[in-house]
């Protein structure tokens, strides 16, 4: 879903359900970006007179990998700019990011169609993921607690006319839903560890001169988890962010650090929350989702392991997805194929 919408509103191409090969090439690409982003992954981030060492010799596998990470970020830049130019020629392009620029430029200016090219390259990497990883984690959260999700039914079941599914209109009213959303951007950090930042001038913090030039590090994590700012941090807890049933303007937003900082602030962020916050209120409004079960009927516990990399993605887990009704599985049903609704 997440990777259908942004190949969507970025290239106007249609995914196959499974296997997609836009979207297997942009896995790709993002995976190297992701490990390699981490600050002291390798030794030659220490000592950079590294990178003069053959790649034969020991020590020296960052650059295969790079190598190898490199054709990987090319083919997510290239193969699906190719085939949204061709729909472009071929007339049969709808709306999106790529088509919309290259109409305005229209031929006229090979370099700013690289441009075009690249910062669509961008977005699968700094949308897709981010989505992916918040839902996973908020997933998790609900799994531990069920009496958060049983709240945010009544609250969608309030407010959500029967039939429909929540629209973005409903979101003023649906306070307990963005909270959750707001819990599951804090609770796990999409990135714990900021990008690193350059600093281009000199600068002091709290009496510590920073020399420019210097590498800065922001802790989002540390952020997201203060115990003055957000007390009993490491508990999934919507209910922090809010007060006599709507949402409490004294909790500071987790925006303030999940999103990056300055001017490498991630420019989808907007995108990223609606996404998130639609997914969770349609998937809460028509499913419930509880700790699956084995064969005899043992509840499978959580480990909550995450991949080690930049952006913080659980291992794949198992959990019991299933319709909360009769009427919401003919909704899920309708709106999946919204050609039914015009034979049921």
């Known amino acids: ?30 995976e190297g970006f992701s490990i390699a982003a981490v600050p002291g992954t390798f030794l030659v981030d220490a000592i950079p007179a590294l990178k003069y060492v053959p790649e034969w010799c020991p020590g020296a596998s960052f650059k295969r990998k790079a190598r190898e990470w490199k054709r990987s970020t090319i083919s997510m830049i290239e193969t699906p700019f190719a085939a949204a130019k061709k729909i ?3 007339g049969t392009s709808p709306h999106s990011m790529v088509c919309s620029h290259l109409r305005q430029i229209d031929g006229r200016d090979p370099e700013q169609e690289e441009v075009v090219k690249h910062a669509a390259g961008t977005m699968y990497a ?21 009496e958060v999700m049983k709240k945010a039914q009544e609250e969608l079941d309030r407010v959500i006319k029967p ?8 979101q003023d009213s649906l306070h307990y839903i963005t909270a959750i959303a707001m819990e599951a951007l804090r609770w796990r950090a999409i990135v714990p560890i900021g990008i690193p930042h350059l600093v281009t001038v000199e600068d002091e ?11 800065v590090i922001a802790n989002s994590w540390a952020m997201l988890h203060h115990e003055k700012t957000y007390p009993d941090p490491f508990t999934f ?27 490498r602030i991630c420019p989808g962020r907007y995108l990223a929350y609606s996404s998130i916050w639609i997914t969770l209120a349609s998937m809460l409004a028509v499913f419930d989702i509880e700790k699956a079960t084995d064969k005899d009927g043992n509840v499978i516990e959580l480990t909550h392991e995450y991949f080690p990399a930049l952006i913080s993605v659980p291992r794949p887990y198992e959990c019991s997805i299933k319709p909360r009704s009769k009427e919401a599985e003919k909704l899920i049903r309708t709106s999946a194929m919204p050609e039914l609704n015009r034979l049921l």
């Not at 949308?127 to 959260?141: E, M, P, R, Y």
């Open 237 to 263: 807890n919507p209910d922090r962010f809010m007060k006599d049933g709507k949402l409490n303007s004294a909790v500071r937003d987790p925006a303030h650090a999940c999103w990056g900082f300055g001017r």
């Open 163 to 170: 039939g429909h599914l929540p629209e973005f209109e409903d």
């Open 88 to 90: 472009i020629a071929d």
């Open 126 to 146: 700094g949308k897709s993921i981010n989505t992916l990883s918040a839902l996973a984690s908020c997933i998790l959260g609900l799994l531990e607690r069920p």
């Open 205 to 215: 913090y709290k009496g510590y001169r920073i020399p420019a030039g210097s590498i």
């Open 1 to 30: 879903m997440a990777a259908e919408t942004i190949m969507s509103v970025t290239y106007g191409l249609d995914v196959q359900p499974h296997d997609d090969p836009y979207i297997q090439v942009a896995e790709h690409g993002v």
